[in-house]
């Protein structure tokens, strides 16, 4: 695993990372915050680019700064492109491969492998000057998996995508994942985000505000009550179920139904089927605008 151990870094008098504790485990997390809130800086530091000005980074126990050990446990895919562009996809590839190490037979079956696992197959031996955004995201993707790193690293690896070269991007991480690897996602992209994992690391101004699962987090931000909607023809019946509630806070009427607000969500949700089972009234569907990383990432930036 990943681990900060109130870990800051300055850039003279600025800061880019503020005494931050976290550990980012197997599966698929996402770094997030605004662009300046110290994102690079973090990856910066796992990669062994720059080291802590303070407190300790570790990768698998071992510290990236200048460690060629680490580099070995580690894919990484910046968010800046630095191709040869008179390389061929495949060609890169490779190359990465030799200079990692491996022989020229088994850079060439390495790459071979991961080029087909990304997708890149049929287009592997055109030229890079004429990729697309979404095939330099799939060739970086592979050359950054072909020494089978451990963690896998990835800054904005969604930008510029279409929407289909998104979700299709997602669920090759998915199955990275799926092989039991870390793997962090660097975005500032809430909605992308959410489809991709549950497990954030959330920055703001280079100070991590909230670490773990997405739903946990939202828990605990008991300050705000829960927006839960339900549509129904008979929003007036309702109503006057709910009304007498102790964990309700606030109801108000919308144009298919109505709006409840409560500090007990999970009480909420354990009543709801009784209003259509006990007292037959029509419930059509339900839903949360506070229950999304958004709302979460509003909530504690903003106060």
Known sequence: MIVFQEASRWYGQIIGLND??????????ALLGLNGAGKSTMLR????????????????????FANPEVY?????????????EHMNGFQFVEHLGRLAGYGK????????????????????????????????????????????????????????????????????????????????VSSHILFEVEQMTSNIVLLHRGRLLATGNIGVIRELIDKYPHRIRIATTQAREVATQLAGLPYIS??????????????????????????????????????????????????????
Do not use: W
């Open 20 to 29: 931050v504790t976290c550990t980012i485990p197997t599966g698929v997390t």
């Open 45 to 64: 530091m796992i990669t062994g680019q720059i080291r802590a000005t303070t407190g300790t980074v570790s990768v698998y126990g071992q510290t990236p």
């Open 72 to 84: 070995k446990l580690i894919g990484y895919c910046p968010e800046i492109d630095n191709f040869y």
């Open 105 to 184: 037979t088994e850079a060439r079956e390495r790459s071979r492998r991961m080029i087909e696992r990304v997708g890149m197959a049929d287009r592997a031996h055109k030229k890079i000057a004429g990729y697309s955004k979404g095939m330099r995201q799939r060739v970086k993707l592979a050359q950054a998996m072909i020494h089978d790193p451990q963690a896998v690293l990835l800054d904005e690896p969604l930008n510029g995508l279409d929407p289909v070269g998104r979700r299709e991007f997602m669920q090759l991480l998915q199955t990275f994942s799926e092989d039991g690897k870390t793997i962090l």
């Open 250 to 303: 606030n109801i108000s009427f919308e144009r298919d139904g109505l709006e409840i607000q409560t500090r007990e969500p999970d009480k909420f949700y354990d009543y709801l089927p009784s209003l259509a089972v006990q007292h037959g009234l029509p419930i059509d569907g339900f839903s949360s605008p506070d229950n999304n990383l958004e709302s979460v990432f509003r909530y504690l930036v903003t106060n």
